[in-house]
């Protein structure tokens, strides 16, 4: 029997079949994938999870496909890192890094959704895959489609990182840089997707590629041992993420592989694009579209589909938000990679700063146990960090310079 029964409508409960809709007709909220928890219980144990692939595809009953997976083999399954030295730095007991920045193909979290959303694509008979892009997502489609062999545009705004750019052009999609915000991309491709028969993953696949977000959750609490965490920390951009990862640690639930859920689920964005931290620190449930002016360009969405849905994570699961600078983004990009020797993306910069916030204002405790997600590798944000990190010592091939430079060995 199928473990997917529907679509369903997260604000009337109206249900669709399972096809590729993405809105609902009678109230246009928003569809997302339903499951028969009861089924799934009985299939998955924690032995059958193990016994799985290293991939997140060991959680293919939790996700919304219908046979194997077909796109994105070897997505997931990244390090979960007890960062003993960052912790000691911010006086955390047990902080864990979840590292995406060593995704499978392409080096963010966005190749788990993009696994998800192209083997459904694929199953619902679709050739050409499609994206509106921040940049690492049109990265993920681009390289994922040139394994499956799918004809590929990716839309993105026209002032991304050089490396961003570069990271779809080599796999020969068509990349379309349209001249605006990434919510003008948004609204572009809408209304492309309209008009053609193209599996845009987060547009008309967006309840099916949304899904694969909860791997972070399932990962995490794998990786721990089967538990929750105390605390997590999650950059949001369109909020989705954030609410995945909620969804995920509740499912492992509702199948029996976690006794009980406390995770308090904290947001982070960065200053100049920070629409959903701002409502929450204003105590709103609803939030004002902003124009984006930020660093963090991966996050930079002013108008974000799912911000009303992250404010009520944060607010149910007892977490809070935050924001931080450009500077701050850089100096949390630094002290990561100073610390636990991991080169995070601007995205990642963000989630550093924002812990160390949550930290000081004592929202987040010594013996917490608290998972940031860094979810972007800093090879594709040079420009954030090109002008402070100095320059090498350049010398001539000569014992005499070197010790010249750095002095000899056993000198004071
Ligand atoms: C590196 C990185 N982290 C986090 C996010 C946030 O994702 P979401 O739109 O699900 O909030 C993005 C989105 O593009 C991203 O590129
Ligand atoms: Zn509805």
């Keep these: 029997m199928a473990k997917m029964t529907a679509l369903i409508c997260r604000e009337c409960g109206k249900e669709y079949p399972t096809e590729a809709l993405h809105v609902c007709e009678l109230c246009f909220g928003p569809l997302e994938v339903k499951y028969r928890y009861e089924d799934i219980k009985g299939r998955m144990s924690k032995a059958s999870i193990q016994d799985g692939p290293m991939s997140l595809w060991r959680y293919k009953d939790l996700l919304p496909i219908e046979g194997h997976p077909a796109v994105g083999l070897h997505a997931g399954m990244?390090?979960?890192?007890?960062?003993?030295?960052?912790?000691?730095?911010?006086?955390?007991?047990?902080?864990?890094?979840?590292?995406?920045?060593?995704?499978?193909?392409?080096?963010?979290?966005?190749?788990?959704?993009?696994?998800?959303?192209?083997?459904?694509?694929?199953?619902?008979?679709?050739?050409?895959?499609?994206?509106?892009?921040?940049?690492?997502?049109?990265?993920?489609?681009?390289?994922?489609?040139?394994?499956?062999?799918?004809q590929c545009y990716v839309f993105i705004p026209s002032d991304l990182e050089a490396a961003k750019v570069l990271g779809n052009l080599i796999f020969r999609p068509k990349v379309v840089e349209v001249e605006g915000t990434y919510d003008d991309v948004n609204r572009l491709c809408s209304e492309i997707a309209g008009e053609r028969r193209w599996a845009f993953v987060n547009v008309n696949i967006r309840p099916y590629y949304a899904e694969g977000s909860k791997t972070l959750a399932f990962e995490v609490a794998e990786q721990l041992g089967w538990r929750a965490p105390d605390q997590v920390v999650v950059p949001m951009a369109s909020g989705s993420l954030l609410t995945k990862i909620w969804k995920g640690l509740h499912e492992l639930c509702l199948v029996g592989l976690l006794r009980?859920?406390?995770?308090?689920?904290?947001?982070?964005?960065?200053?100049?694009?920070?629409?959903?931290?701002?409502?929450?620190?204003?105590?709103?449930?609803?939030?004002?579209?902003?124009?984006?002016?930020?660093i963090a360009k991966s996050?930079?969405?002013?108008?974000?589909?799912?911000?009303?849905?992250?404010?009520?994570?944060?607010?149910?699961?007892?977490?809070?938000?935050?924001?931080?600078t450009d500077d701050e983004i850089k100096e949390g990009i630094t002290l990561l990679a100073r610390t636990e020797g991991i080169f995070a993306e601007t995205a990642g910069g963000v989630t550093v700063g924002v812990l160390q916030k949550l930290v000081k204002r004592g929202l987040i405790k010594k013996h917490d146990v608290t998972v940031a997600y860094i979810t972007g590798n800093g090879l594709k944000t040079q420009e954030a960090v090109v002008d402070s990190v100095g320059r090498p010592f350049r010398i001539p091939p000569s014992l005499a310079k070197f010790e010249h430079t750095f002095g000899r060995q056993g000198a004071a």
């Design 299 to 324: 996050l930079a969405i002013g108008n974000p589909a799912d911000g009303y849905y992250a404010l009520k994570t944060a607010t149910e699961s007892g977490g809070s938000m935050e924001s931080v």
């Design 78 to 150: 990244t390090p979960l890192v007890h960062a003993k030295n960052l912790g000691a730095f911010l006086g955390l007991d047990e902080l864990y890094v979840k590292n995406d920045c060593v995704n499978h193909p392409t080096l963010s979290f966005k190749d788990r959704v993009v696994a998800v959303a192209l083997t459904r694509a694929r199953e619902l008979g679709y050739e050409t895959a499609a994206c509106a892009s921040t940049g690492n997502l049109a990265n993920s489609v681009a390289a994922h489609a040139a394994q499956a062999g799918m």
């Design 260 to 294: 009980s859920v406390r995770t308090k689920v904290n947001g982070a964005q960065a200053e100049g694009c920070s629409p959903i931290a701002t409502a929450f620190k204003n105590g709103r449930d609803f939030f004002k579209p902003v124009k984006p002016s930020t």
